[in-house]
């Protein structure tokens, strides 16, 4: 079943890249497993997937002894400050920097491993109370601070836009982080500025993020099934 999603997804990833006019491969699947068993993640990885999204720590931690070490890790869920060393340990990237705060911790427990550390900083594009992410128009503030004040390596943005059965819905928020992404990049503020991520869309509105121009699309349900409680 696994092996039948990821195919069906990469045909989607495909299709939706090249009616924007696109580079298939300017997309990344992040596979999100939160809860998925390791039996399951090997079938994805024998079809060909590497890299795949976590949102909890020690959860993660249990996974990457059991599955191949070539694997690429992001860590998608809530970070606080308290969990930094860990976080920086044991993820390639960090997509959810949202504060200074983390971002320091991130910074002062990476330095220690002797290793740079990717993040992207969450931007809460739907101004949403209840979730995550700095507010866009604090967004250049807070990356100038990071940028000026650490070794982090900013390579993009990420969102979760409100929620809607309609995936055109999203479109407009998408939209906007690209945007938004596109006058920080003028301004120098990423890694590579030539080469900005944008990680946004899941699995019910994926193909219209690729459209609006995301470069890493987080699927788990679509690939993985219905998770278990």
């Not at 308290?82 to 705060?101: G, M, P, S």
């Amino acid at each position: 079943m696994v092996c039948d999603n990821l195919a069906r997804i990469r045909e989607t990833i495909a299709r939706s890249a090249r009616q924007a006019g696109r580079n298939p491969e300017a997309v990344k699947l992040v596979a999100v497993s939160k809860t998925v068993g390791t039996d399951s993640m090997l079938e994805a990885v024998q079809a060909g997937q590497i890299l795949f999204g976590e949102n909890y720590l020690q959860e993660a931690a249990d996974k990457m002894t059991r599955l191949p070490a070539l694997l690429q890790w992001h860590f998608i869920g809530h970070l606080q400050s308290n969990k930094a060393k860990q976080a920086a340990e044991l993820f390639d990237v960090i997509e959810t920097v949202d504060r200074w705060k983390v971002a320091a911790a991130l910074d002062s427990h990476a330095r220690l491993l002797g290793n740079p550390l990717s993040i992207l900083l969450q931007v809460n594009i739907g101004r949403e109370p209840q979730k995550s992410g700095v507010l866009p128009e604090q967004a250049e503030l807070l990356l100038r601070k990071i940028v000026g004040e650490t070794n982090l390596r900013v390579l993009g943005l990420m969102t979760m836009p409100p929620y809607s059965p309609d995936p055109e819905q999203s479109r407009p928020y998408f939209s906007a982080l690209r945007q938004l992404a596109q006058r920080l990049a003028s301004y120098d503020l990423f890694a590579s500025n030539a080469e900005v991520e944008l990680s946004m869309g899941m699995s019910s509105d994926y193909a219209v993020a690729i459209e609006e121009g995301a470069t890493l699309v987080r699927v788990g349900t679509a690939l993985f099934g219905q998770r278990q409680a």
